[in-house]
């Protein structure tokens, strides 16, 4: 399978510019974990995808997410109690 990427350029203000050097990464690093970790959060790519984009192991990319607050169980309490009632 063959797999083509996509370049991408943005014109960022300075001030945004300025905000992304404190990542202490480059740029184009910092803009893709970013968009990566709200595809993940928006439901929109697996944790295992995600990880994989970040270059890191699954569990890696839990605790990663986590730290940033991103959950990685998102369920309501009334959808929680179904899956704890079901599985009794």
Do not use: C
Not at 45 to 72: T, V
């Amino acid at each position: 399978m063959t797999t083509m990427s996509t370049t991408l350029e943005l014109e960022l203000p300075p001030e945004l510019t300025a905000l992304f050097q404190g990542f202490n990464q480059p740029l184009e690093q910092a803009a893709r974990e970013l968009m990566v970790l709200e595809l993940y959060r928006r439901g929109a790519i697996s944790s295992g995808k995600a990880a994989e984009y970040m270059n890191m192991a699954r569990f890696e990319f839990f605790h990663y997410a986590a730290r940033l607050g991103i959950a990685f169980f998102d369920m309501t309490e009334d959808e929680w109690q179904t899956e704890v009632n079901y599985h009794d």
